[in-house]
């Protein structure tokens, strides 16, 4: 016996492309309806022979755009919000927002100082900021240099070229010439190889609360359970958790800094210099 579906996940009804692909958006083949499809969203949401998007029900208010991606633990979407003075994310509908649908003014959806070309219908974005909403930060330390690569969101991201000697995401680690040797990374640190040309480099990934080139320096420990600013790594969206008095490191998501006021992920945060 066969079956002619009316929709069919490989005609994609669902629209998964871009960021709405699995595992967080798939499609499924109803088995009670041959008929149907049941297009999913990472919040348990369903939508039958059409796309689910999480925004297409969230209104964030007359001076907000909702952004469908995972900024906040267990939540699929934020809401770009205007105060009047600055842009900001934040974890559901902008302040005052009003229960009816509206449609924002395109000129208040680019953060950290972006622009709203009317033209393009885009955000240009300053220096070192990336993502449709300029809502991504890249910052290269030691010389690197933020270099545009192509990317499904905006269709543009950066990355950090790293100068020669220098490595991590954000060339945040210093390279010691030559290979590992026992002994070389202390406290802890995990020595790591990297070849550049007829270079070698041995870089030490320090344990949470060491720094320096061979993790030699220690800088912070656990006073008392809790959440902690990262001094030296504010600027790259780290922070310590303090378990009793196990030390650990959390990251932001790529572009926000810890705001300790708010006890959450913010893209409005100055770091220690």
Known sequence: MSFIYRFQCNTNPCELSGNFIPPNYQ?????????????????????????????????CGLNG??????????LYYVCGCNNGTSNYLNPGPCPNASPA?????????????????????????????????CEISSVCANGGVCNPVSS???????QCVCSNGFAGPNCELVGVFGRCTLGLCQ???????????????????CPSGFT???????????????????????????????????????SCPRGLRYNFMKMRCDSDVSCPP
Do not use: W
Request: proline share 5%; glycine share 10%; aromatic share 10%.
């Open 101 to 133: 649908t509206t449609t924002p003014p395109l000129s208040v959806v680019c953060l950290n100082g972006g622009t709203y070309n009317l033209a393009t219908g885009t955000c240009i974005c300053q220096a070192g900021f990336t993502g449709r909403y």
């Open 27 to 59: 499609c499924i083949q109803a088995t009670d309806n041959f008929n149907n499809v049941i297009c999913t969203c990472p919040d348990g949401h369903v939508e039958i022979n059409r796309r689910c998007r999480i925004c297409d029900s969230i209104n």
């Open 65 to 74: 755009i909702c952004i469908e991606r995972s900024f906040f633990e267990n």
């Open 187 to 205: 406290n802890g640190g995990i020595c790591e190889e990297r070849v550049n040309g007829a270079s070698i480099f041995a870089y030490c990934r």
């Open 152 to 158: 499904t969101e905006n269709g543009v991201d950066m």
């Open 212 to 250: 320096g080139q061979c993790c030699q320096t220690p800088y912070f420990s656990c006073p008392a359970p809790g959440v902690y600013a990262d001094p030296i790594n504010c600027k790259f969206g780290r922070y310590f958790q303090c378990n009793g008095y196990t030390l650990s490191t959390l």
